[in-house]
């Protein structure tokens, strides 16, 4: 079983940072791909970022691309998104997920079997 905690959401101005953090335990961190992905009221989950098993590989949504950067250390079996230049459309909640072990980051959140409690980011205008 792998439990994962979320930390970090906040209100933010537009263009400001916010640095999410997702602490895992469990003995699979370390070979697990790591997503994080976001839902808005009335809309569906969608993937945001990922991460590979051992953090070489990075993936992006496009909207998020050149603004968001996610990273992992595995001694510290903790996940992280950082968050910049901030838009009103990126208020969600914010949810990390694990994948399943050693399989590639993929973007479909059914393919991911741990999920977080979620954390609320707020950006106003």
């Known amino acids: 079983q792998v439990q994962l905690v979320e930390s970090g959401g906040g209100k933010v101005q537009a263009g400001g940072s916010l640095r999410l953090s997702c602490a895992a335990s469990g003995r699979t961190f370390y070979s697990s791909p790591m997503g994080w992905f976001r839902q808005a009221p009335g809309k569906e989950r969608e993937f945001v970022a990922g991460?590979?098993?051992?953090?070489?590989?990075?993936y992006y949504a496009d909207s998020v691309k050149g603004r968001f950067t996610v990273s992992r250390d595995n001694a510290k079996n903790t996940v992280y998104l950082q968050m910049n230049s901030l838009k009103p459309e990126d208020t969600a909640v914010y949810y990390c997920a694990g994948g399943r072990t050693f399989r590639p980051v993929v973007a479909e959140p059914t393919q991911y079997d741990y999920w977080g409690q979620g954390t609320q980011v707020t950006v106003s205008s």
């Open positions: 991460i590979s098993m051992s953090g070489g590989s990075t």
